[in-house]
């Protein structure tokens, strides 16, 4: 039996990429991972392996009843799809829409899975 494109996905950013799909028949990069191209109708989905850079979008910062504030934001990868992220290693009110940012794995830890967060990309174009 064949892996969901979830447990694809997931399987990357557990060895610590960032994995998205390509659409021959599209010419485009797709994102969230799923059976069949949004753009095309095509099922011919290949996985690649981003570079892991990006530009911020769009940042929120969520004020929990417990714990510290957090960033939520959305990233436009230099490979052609955005996608949501967390933004560490700044202050949540830091982030700012046209950082460069670059992604990294958050790792797993007890029932949660490893997830992609982003983090300032020192010198990155």
């Not at 950013?13 to 990069?29: F, I, M, N, T, V």
């Not at 109708?41 to 957090?70: F, I, M, N």
Request: glycine share 10%; with cysteine.
């Amino acid at each position: 039996m064949e892996a969901s494109p979830l447990a694809v996905y997931q399987s990357y950013l557990d060895k610590g990429e960032l994995a998205y799909q390509w659409s021959p028949a599209a010419g485009r990069a797709v994102f969230y991972p799923r059976l069949v191209c949004p753009y095309s109708g095509s099922t011919d989905l290949e996985w690649r392996v981003a570079s892991g850079l990006g530009t911020g979008y769009a940042a929120t910062v969520t004020h929990p009843r417990q714990g510290e504030p957090y960033n939520g934001a959305l990233i436009d990868c230099d490979e052609g799809f955005r996608m949501m992220g967390r933004s560490e290693a700044i202050a949540p009110m830091q982030v700012a829409s046209g950082m460069r940012v670059r992604f990294r794995v958050h790792p797993a830890a007890g029932d949660q899975p490893a997830y992609p967060v982003f983090v300032p990309a020192e010198g990155a174009r």
